[in-house]
């Protein structure tokens, strides 16, 4: 125990550990970007199965939704192994693309493929319809990011103690040692000249102090917590899963929690038309069919909105029909009662 105990006083008086925490603090900033980046491409990920065939099914879809293009070649790790891609040459198609195809493999090698469209050694995918990288994403971890350091500037400015100003050392370091034996939950009594009337009668002079406390702004942090989760809801929307709001809490209706879940839907065929082309492209190419769907709780997902959207059309319909049999009925009774 005492050599542990000499180890670790040679490691902190070494600096080692400050500087450490010191670097830590400084790009705090990029790790709480990252947190919530890295989250939402996670979930991401987790949306597509592909075949068994294609070599790391992760990095070829992390590549499409962080650079809107991927190409799958074949390399001696797989014939689809993933590699970044950009188009070159003076020769285009139609549509404006150039002929030439220049993929970076992660090894650091890099090819130039001619005509890259009829090409059997290079098959290119695109992310979404646009044919862009999903820069949402790193919009909502910028905004999530700020809404935390806001909450962390709440919380911490709720509970910070009014600071004293005094004269000499002495009467600091008494004050000093009061407050913290108030975090210990410990009572002292103090000791002064003043008579005990003028304390009761509040006639001495008051220490002056610098107030940071905000406790009564400290009720926004409500406000903040919801702002958060309404952002999580956004970014799950934009990302096609359809999370309810409660902000409104008692006043939320069936219809209003599933109005947004046709729309969620849209995003997810965003993506997977594209997706789908180019493994059509591969069959058309090879004559090679390779496996590509949804993965299982994206199905589930997409059952459950295509179900709540099914009962909310058929309840719907049911209502027009009562109404017009309401309708009906009214009418004819009005005509016996005039034949009556």
């Known amino acids: 125990m005492e050599l542990s105990g000499n180890f670790m006083n040679t490691i902190n008086n070494s600096g080692w550990i400050t500087n450490y925490r010191d670097m830590k603090k400084k790009f705090r900033q990029n790790y709480d970007d990252d947190t919530y980046y890295f989250m939402a491409l996670n979930v991401l990920l987790s949306m597509f199965k ?14 499409l939704h962080e650079t809107g293009c991927c190409a799958l070649v074949n390399t001696e790790l797989s014939k689809y192994t993933p590699a970044f891609c950009n188009f070159v ?4 198609y ?24 009829e090409n059997k050694e290079i098959f290119v995918f695109f992310n979404n319809l646009t044919k862009t990288c999903d820069t949402f994403i790193e919009k909502y971890a910028y905004l999530l990011t700020n809404c935390d350091t806001s909450l962390d500037c709440n919380i911490l400015f709720s509970r910070k103690k009014p600071i004293p100003i005094v004269k000499d050392n002495k009467t600091k370091n008494q004050i000093d040692k009061i407050f913290a034996d108030l975090d210990k939950g410990e009572f002292k009594t103090i ?8 304390l009761i009668n509040e006639n001495t002079q008051p220490i ?9 702004s400290s009720r926004y942090i409500q406000y903040l917590s919801q702002l958060h989760d309404n952002l999580i809801s956004r970014l799950f929307f934009h990302m096609g899963l359809s999370m309810s709001d409660t902000s409104k809490q008692a006043q939320v209706t069936q219809a209003e929690l599933n109005k947004n879940k046709a729309t969620a839907l849209a995003f997810l065929e965003g993506w997977k038309t594209p997706r789908k082309f180019g493994f059509d492209e591969i069959e058309r190419k090879t004559g090679e069919k390779l496996f590509f769907d949804f993965s299982p709780i994206w199905k589930v997902e997409m059952s459950n909105q295509l179900y709540s959207e099914r009962e909310k059309d058929a309840s719907q319909l049911a209502d027009s029909e009562n109404e017009s049999d309401a309708s009906q009925l009214a009418e004819s009774e009005v005509s016996d009662n005039e034949n009556g």
């Not at 693309?97 to 992660?106: G, I, P, Q």
């Not at 000791?191 to 003028?198: I, P, Q």
């Not at 002056?208 to 009564?216: A, I, P, T």
Request: proline fraction near 3%; avoid cysteine.
């Open 208 to 216: 002056s102090v610098l107030n940071l406390s905000e406790v009564e």
């Open 50 to 63: 592909y075949d068994e065939k294609v070599y790391e099914p992760e990095l070829f879809d992390s590549i």
């Open 89 to 92: 040459g003076g020769d285009r």
């Open 191 to 198: 000791v002064t000249d003043v008579k005990v009337s003028d």
């Open 94 to 117: 139609p549509d404006g693309f150039f002929k030439d195809a220049f993929v970076l493999l992660l090894d650091g090698t890099s090819r130039t493929y001619k005509d890259w469209r």
